[in-house]
């Protein structure tokens, strides 16, 4: 049993506990010092000072007990997150019924006494300061993560039309908030993390492992478009190029051109030498007001400047504020 899954059952056990330990004390007391002698003095007894000492202990490990327990339920958390937003949204999340120490304290002895350390220097912050200008943070490990989830490592699962195994991110070092960091204050995280195919392409390249689709993706995923799959729980990350998948290729058949365009393409170096030689290609999709846009103004050169600008040199051009690798964009 484990005592944060089991609050109630934990302190049954401690109060029984202490109970055992106050009565051991007290035979202690009691058997451990020998009877006075008729003729000693009156005064305080060996054995009230120990029964006294017994009690005293005993009143010290009943405040710690006590303390600990009430220090690690989410009421007591829930003092400080004064605008309560934390507290609401965990109570509405998947891990509703794991307590907030659940995720963040070490598991472990260690771990227990690092997070009642930082809670003592949280309280004396909070009274110091009690607003905060930016949110707080914490770092969620994944020992705290499997320690309920422990099973995870071991089998595969299928959610949301996809099937994967995380034994093999768990291995690379992989943490599992860089998937799951919204599932218990998901409205509170600014920065939310959700599974990505990213990731898995890293290692699916078919070299590494199989780049099937097929593997992790047991549905078509033409029948399960976003809206269904409760989106964004499973998505892609905002599409940069599709070499993803498929080969730049099978886009240029269709389109011409890799499509995205890739990174950097809007700047002179990028779409210059396919701007000029191509523009059927790029009339597809934009028109000459697109392209106005930046290319604005009188144009310098007569219309015959296209064969007569090869006599130029580079230090003419220079006059206009061009680079001197302006030749590059085109040669």
């Given at each position: 049993?484990?005592?944060?899954?089991?609050?109630?059952?934990?302190?049954?056990l401690l109060g029984i506990l202490l109970v055992l330990i106050f009565i051991v004390l007290t035979l202690i007391g009691i058997?451990?010092?020998?009877?006075?002698?008729?003729?000693?003095?009156?005064?305080?007894?060996?054995?009230?000072?120990?029964?006294?000492?017994?009690?005293?202990?005993?009143?010290?490990?009943?405040?710690?007990?006590?303390?600990?327990?009430?220090?690690?339920?989410?009421?007591?958390?829930?003092?400080?997150?004064?605008?309560?937003?934390?507290?609401?949204?965990?109570?509405?999340?998947?891990?509703?019924?794991?307590?907030?120490?659940?995720?963040?304290?070490?598991?472990?002895?260690?771990?227990?006494?690092?997070?009642?350390?930082?809670?003592?220097?949280?309280?004396?912050?909070?009274?110091?300061?009690?607003?905060?200008?930016?949110?707080?943070?914490?770092?969620?490990?994944?020992?705290?993560?499997?320690?309920?989830?422990?099973?995870?490592?071991?089998?595969?699962?299928?959610?949301?039309?996809?099937?994967?195994?995380?034994?093999?991110?768990?291995?690379?070092?992989?943490?599992?908030?860089?998937?799951?960091?919204?599932?218990?204050?998901?409205?509170?995280?600014?920065?939310?993390?959700?599974?990505?195919?990213?990731?898995?392409?890293?290692?699916?390249?078919?070299?590494?492992?199989?780049?099937?689709?097929?593997?992790?993706?047991?549905?078509?995923?033409?029948?399960?478009?976003?809206?269904?799959?409760?989106?964004?729980?499973?998505?892609?990350?905002?599409?940069?190029?599709?070499?993803?998948?498929?080969?730049?290729?099978?886009?240029?058949?269709?389109?011409?051109?890799?499509?995205?365009?890739?990174?950097?393409?809007?700047?002179?170096?990028?779409?210059?030498?396919?701007?000029?030689?191509?523009?059927?290609?790029?009339?597809?999709?934009?028109?000459?007001?697109?392209?106005?846009?930046?290319?604005?103004?009188?144009?310098?050169?007569?219309?015959?400047?296209?064969?007569?600008?090869?006599?130029?040199?580079?230090?003419?051009?220079?006059?206009?504020?061009?680079?001197?690798?302006?030749?590059?964009?085109?040669?």
């Amino acid at each position: 049993m484990h005592p944060e899954e089991s609050p109630k059952e934990t302190i049954l056990l401690l109060g029984i506990l202490l109970v055992l330990i106050f009565i051991v004390l007290t035979l202690i007391g009691i058997f451990a010092v020998k009877p006075p002698e008729r003729k000693e003095k009156k005064g305080i007894s060996k054995k009230h000072i120990w029964i006294t000492v017994d009690v005293i202990v005993f009143i010290i490990l009943l405040s710690l007990t006590m303390g600990s327990i009430y220090t690690s339920q989410p009421s007591f958390c829930k003092l400080c997150h004064f605008e309560k937003r934390y507290h609401q949204s965990w109570q509405t999340s998947p891990h509703k019924e794991a307590t907030c120490l659940s995720c963040h304290q070490e598991p472990g002895a260690i771990g227990f006494c690092i997070e009642k350390f930082e809670m003592v220097k949280r309280a004396i912050s909070y009274v110091k300061q009690p607003q905060r200008e930016k949110p707080a943070t914490t770092q969620i490990t994944n020992d705290s993560c499997l320690r309920c989830h422990k099973k995870i490592e071991k089998k595969t699962v299928v959610r949301y039309t996809i099937r994967v195994s995380h034994k093999e991110f768990l291995e690379k070092g992989e943490r599992c908030v860089d998937c799951h960091n919204t599932v218990a204050h998901e409205r509170m995280i600014l920065a939310k993390k959700y599974p990505s195919m990213d990731k898995c392409i890293l290692c699916h390249d078919d070299r590494t492992a199989s780049s099937d689709c097929e593997l992790c993706h047991v549905e078509d995923i033409g029948k399960r478009p976003r809206e269904t799959m409760d989106y964004p729980k499973v998505h892609l990350e905002e599409p940069t190029h599709c070499r993803g998948c498929h080969p730049s290729e099978a886009c240029n058949e269709c389109h011409g051109l890799e499509m995205p365009h890739p990174p950097g393409w809007e700047k002179g170096e990028g779409h210059a030498r396919e701007g000029f030689a191509r523009k059927d290609v790029c009339y597809r999709c934009h028109s000459n007001a697109f392209c106005a846009k930046c290319h604005s103004g009188n144009w310098p050169h007569e219309k015959e400047f296209i064969e007569t600008h090869k006599t130029a040199t580079v230090e003419e051009c220079a006059r206009c504020g061009h680079g001197k690798n302006i030749c590059d964009l085109c040669h």
